[in-house]
């Protein structure tokens, strides 16, 4: 079983800052690629960014430049840093990981998801 559990949600102004974090806990042998996505109300979920072992990233144009995706392998974390928020951006933000489980197994896994408010 594995768990990725996400913090950092919250309320903020717009043009505010928040940052989250994943842990990825369980019978994982390594993880690949790990990424957020987010649901807004009403709308369906879609991804924002996504970062493979290696470091390579990838943004949705909506936060290019303002979102910064990272990781800490060591911790198996991964972080979302959001600067210069706007109220679009509210939205449940989930976390995802592809892994290899301890039997060898490709797995994926998400999160339960935190919420974050922007403020006008």
């Known amino acids: 079983q594995v768990q990725l559990v996400e913090s950092g949600g919250g309320v903020v102004q717009a043009g505010g800052s928040l940052r989250l974090s994943c842990v990825a806990s369980?019978?994982?042998?390594?993880?690949?690629?790990m990424g957020w996505s987010r649901q807004a109300s009403g709308k369906q979920r879609e991804l924002v960014a996504r970062?493979?072992?290696?470091?390579?990233?990838n943004y949705a144009e909506s936060v290019q430049g303002r979102f910064t995706i990272s990781r800490d392998n060591a911790m198996n974390t991964v972080y979302l840093q959001m600067n210069s928020l706007k109220p679009e951006d509210t939205a449940v933000y989930y976390c995802n990981a592809d892994y290899v489980s301890m039997w060898n197994a490709r797995r994926n896994s998400w999160g339960q998801g935190t919420q974050v408010t922007v403020s006008s």
């Open positions: 970062i493979s072992s290696g470091g390579s990233t």
């Open positions: 369980g019978s994982i042998s390594s993880i690949n690629a």
